[in-house]
């Protein structure tokens, strides 16, 4: 069986100074290279006809399997293991009937009918990008980012076809594509085809080894805690929700916020009322030392003046294994807020999606509900349950869709929360605060399990607890601040608000939390 996971793709061009071709090919094959792709777009035939001899000779030496890009008669001259084929090349029947039985023959594809005619034609792989931008290779397609690989990847359930992203790979960003890559059903990469990472590598030995543990040890994790949720019940969340609280209250947690100007104080106010610690830092500077130090991360779309410290301290974030909240605050509004919460979201990972129904569907790509700036108009999804669950499988975290009612998944468990008062909806920046008290008890998570496991090691039902927990509460406090007898409106409810996070409890919130565990 073919070994896909560390894809190489070759390319003289791109070698270092002084660097023997022979020489980096071998480094890159002790690192742990499983397959390689000579790639010569310059080169007479006769050069890359001797170029793939003396890659040839080093591949069997180590039981690599050899392709070759584009040329079905080099492949045949150096009995290479298969050929790789744009959509513009040979077609994939052709080149069946030209090759000796049992050759690979893999094909680049860019969309979902790419897929599917790949697969139809009888290839052994295919190859999705470009996943990011890359100088390596001059696209003739648009960049998919991460979040669109799912979709071509469910065009081969059923199928044995294998598949590999492609397309400005590096150690950098190769976990976030093998952790987002994978589709509604489950369906997920088989590797990870780079170029430059190892090619321009001064030490393409240690540039592959690297790379090859991170999908090994992506590989082992997604094996040992696979997709499905631990069993819940009412009582188990409720239990888990105060347990959060009070582990926010002991050890009063760092909570990172990038957040719009309008909401500022009062989610300070609300992180501190809880427990935690607020920092509203946006500088780009500051953005790696706060990831250090941080047990979450909250990044509001708000006001969209601060798109590279969102980028970098997501990234950071991720980089650290920590807990990142993402608020798309009116992301329907403006096709600059979709631009640029696309961006945000094919760069890092979100641990926790939280929005409205109009942000929400402008994220799914929905027109089921209409948003008119941050609000929603309309009567929201006719399936509210299956919504979340299907954005949180496609987003692969957790999703809360805040409102009258709010409903959380992270893509099996579904959980409907009717707590909450209409003074909450009185108020500007309600949603907001939502997002900083899902970021504070997603930060409780981690510092929980940091304590217990030694490491912060998270998996998604860690944080469906923390999105459960910010959602109860603000909602339960919220329904104490109402009944209050000092509070006559909004303008003395959302002081009384704060007083109640406050005073909140892990026994008011297991008293109080309407919690409902529903299916579709």
Not at 152 to 178: H, M, P, Y
Not at 246 to 271: D, F, G, M, R
Not at 437 to 457: H, M, R, S, V
Request: with cysteine.
């Amino acid at each position: 069986m073919i070994d896909y996971s560390l894809y190489l793709v070759t390319g003289r061009e791109l070698l270092p100074e002084g660097k023997a071709y022979c020489d980096f090919l071998r480094e890159a094959l002790e690192g742990g290279v499983t397959i390689v792709q000579v790639r010569e777009k310059k080169a007479d035939t006769a050069e890359f006809l001797h170029i793939a001899n003396e890659s040839k000779n080093l591949c069997t030496n180590y039981g690599v399997p050899l392709i070759i890009n584009d040329r079905v008669d080099i492949a045949l001259a150096v009995d290479a293991d298969g050929v790789h084929l744009g959509q513009t090349d040979m077609p994939v029947r052709v080149a069946r009937s030209l090759l000796p039985p049992g050759k690979i023959i893999g094909v680049s594809c860019n969309s979902v009918d790419h897929v599917k005619k790949a697969v139809e034609d009888g290839a052994d792989y295919v190859g999705i990008g470009a996943v990011w931008a890359t100088n390596t290779k001059q696209l003739t397609s648009l960049v998919l980012g991460v979040r669109a690989v799912g979709p071509l990847l469910s065009a081969l359930d059923g199928t044995s076809v294998k598949a590999v992203a492609i397309g400005g790979i590096k150690s950098s960003n190769v976990l976030r594509t093998l952790h987002g890559s994978v589709s509604t059903t489950g369906h997920r990469l088989d590797g990870v085809a780079v170029v430059s990472e190892i090619v321009s590598s001064r030490e393409p030995c240690k540039s592959a080894r690297t790379l090859k543990e991170v999908y090994r040890s992506w590989s082992n994790s997604t094996k040992q805690l696979g997709e499905i949720s631990p069993p819940y019940t009412t009582e188990i969340i409720k239990d888990r929700v105060a347990d959060l609280l009070h582990v926010v209250k002991e050890t009063k947690p760092l909570i990172h916020q990038i957040i719009n100007i309008v909401v500022a104080n009062q989610s300070a106010n609300a992180t501190l009322a809880l427990g935690a610690s607020p920092i509203m830092a946006s500088a780009l500077e500051e953005m790696y030392d706060l990831s250090r130090v941080l047990s979450a991360l909250l990044i509001n779309l708000g006001t969209v003046t601060d798109n590279e410290s969102m980028l970098t301290a997501g990234r950071f974030a991720n980089d650290a294994k920590k807990p990142v909240v993402f608020d798309p605050v009116g992301v329907g509004a403006t096709e600059f807020r979709r631009k640029v919460a696309a961006e945000l979201l094919n760069t890092w990972q979100a641990s926790v999606i939280k929005g409205n129904a109009g942000e929400l569907a402008a994220l799914a790509d929905s027109e089921e509900v209409q948003a008119k700036g941050v609000d929603s108009i309309g009567v929201g999804f006719a399936n509210p349950a299956k919504f979340v669950r299907d954005l949180a499988r496609k987003e692969r975290c957790v999703v809360a869709l805040t409102g009258a009612i709010d409903w959380v998944s992270d893509g099996t468990t579904i959980v409907k929360l009717t707590n909450g008062h209409k003074l909450l909806g009185d108020i500007t920046g309600s949603g907001c605060l939502v997002g900083t008290c899902i970021a504070t008890f997603c930060a409780g998570a981690w510092e929980l399990a940091k304590n217990e496991d030694g490491a912060a090691k998270l998996v998604r039902g860690d944080m469906l607890i923390g999105a459960l927990g910010g959602i109860l509460a603000l909602t339960i406090a919220g329904e104490r601040a109402a009944v209050r007898s000092n509070v006559q409106g909004s303008g003395t409810f959302l002081p009384a608000l704060i007083d109640e996070l406050y005073n909140l409890t892990p026994e008011k919130i297991k008293q109080d939390s309407q919690v409902e565990i529903v299916t579709v």
